[in-house]
């Protein structure tokens, strides 16, 4: 009997002591990096909302291609399981500027005024990357942008569908030009394109506000190339992480660097408007985990 509790003993210090090593590590780093602490009150957050898990169909972003010809993307059923907690607005000027105060965040270009009910614009990927790195070293969260599977999930049928409905084993070219002609040219400028207050494009099903309006979304997700096989499977895909999914009424691939989508940029289509962001939140310990880890390797 004694035997078989030293056996328990072991087995249970084998795995204790590791978790125990790791806790130590990550309230170490946590206090190196000054991850978890609450937000200062100086520190705006943004208005966070949470999506509970449902199913949907979308088309994933990217260059699609089939037997040498650019095609839709294929339509994919997503299940998400866990709920995502996601910024309701874009994020502000106001929340933006607070982090080029402390000097953590480039300026914004764009001459909108400092308010809590505008939203940031002129804002590139990068300087995107690090309004999120900062919230997340002065708050008890971790913040990134989200996916553009994200976006789809949360904005619900205020997502866009971008295909262009062309038999996709046509062998005939012509016919995807002529469709992605006349879907440029319905595509018409916008009235007022100057960024609107907070609320003024509405929401979506899910609470997801201003979505789809005259502000482009940045995400995490790359831009791609597929080609498609038998079946509308994968055969081949090749990222190019310098140039991000922009989001918003139709999808655009921007290089990281740009903050004024008109000026080109590898946009392909009608340039958006304008592009900002709004932001993911993660409460999870093993986030936070490794978010320190990142700040410690950087």
């Given at each position: ?8 003993f ?9 978790a ?6 990550a ?6 990096t000054?991850l ?9 957050l943004?208005?966070t ?8 169909t ?13 095609v ?11 709920p ?5 607005y ?20 764009a001459t909108?005024p ?23 070293t002065?708050?008890?969260a ?22 262009l ?8 070219p012509?016919?995807r ?33 201003d ?5 482009w ?7 791609r ?14 990222e ?17 660097f ?12 009608t ?12 409460d ?13 390797a950087?």
């Amino acid at each position: 009997m004694s035997a078989i509790r030293h056996a328990h003993f072991v087995s249970g210090a084998s795995v204790a002591l590791p978790a125990l090593l790791m806790m130590a590590v990550a309230g170490g780093l946590g206090l190196q990096t000054g991850l978890f602490r609450a937000a200062p009150a100086d520190i705006p957050l943004p208005v966070t909302i949470r999506i509970e898990p449902h199913d949907f169909t979308y088309r994933p972003a990217g260059e699609f291609y089939k037997n040498d010809f650019a095609v839709d993307a294929p339509k994919v059923e997503v299940r998400r399981t866990r709920p995502l907690d996601i910024t309701k607005y874009q994020v502000t000027t106001a929340e933006y500027d607070a982090c080029v105060a402390q000097g953590a965040c480039p300026a914004r270009e764009a001459t909108t005024p400092s308010s809590f009910d505008l939203p940031a614009t002129s804002i590139n990927h990068d300087d995107a990357t690090a309004y999120a790195r900062w919230l997340s070293t002065r708050t008890d969260a971790v913040w990134t942008l989200p996916s553009d599977e994200d976006l789809a999930f949360a904005a619900g049928s205020k997502f866009p569908d971008d295909a262009l409905g062309v038999d996709p084993d046509s062998k005939n070219p012509a016919l995807r030009w002529l469709a992605d002609y006349q879907r440029e040219a319905s595509r018409k400028a916008s009235r007022d394109p100057a960024p609107q207050p907070l609320g003024h494009f509405g929401e979506s099903e899910y609470g997801l506000a201003d979505f789809a309006g005259n502000v482009w979304e940045w995400t995490s997700t790359c831009n791609r190339k597929v080609t498609l096989g038998e079946g509308a499977k994968a055969a081949y895909a090749s990222e190019s992480c310098g140039i991000y999914i922009a989001s918003g009424k139709h999808r655009s691939p921007l290089s990281a660097f740009i903050r004024d989508p008109k000026s080109g940029g590898c946009s392909v289509g009608t340039p958006p408007d304008n592009v900002g962001f709004r932001l993911v939140r993660d409460d999870s310990w093993y986030a936070r985990l490794v978010f320190a880890f990142r700040q410690a390797a950087s």
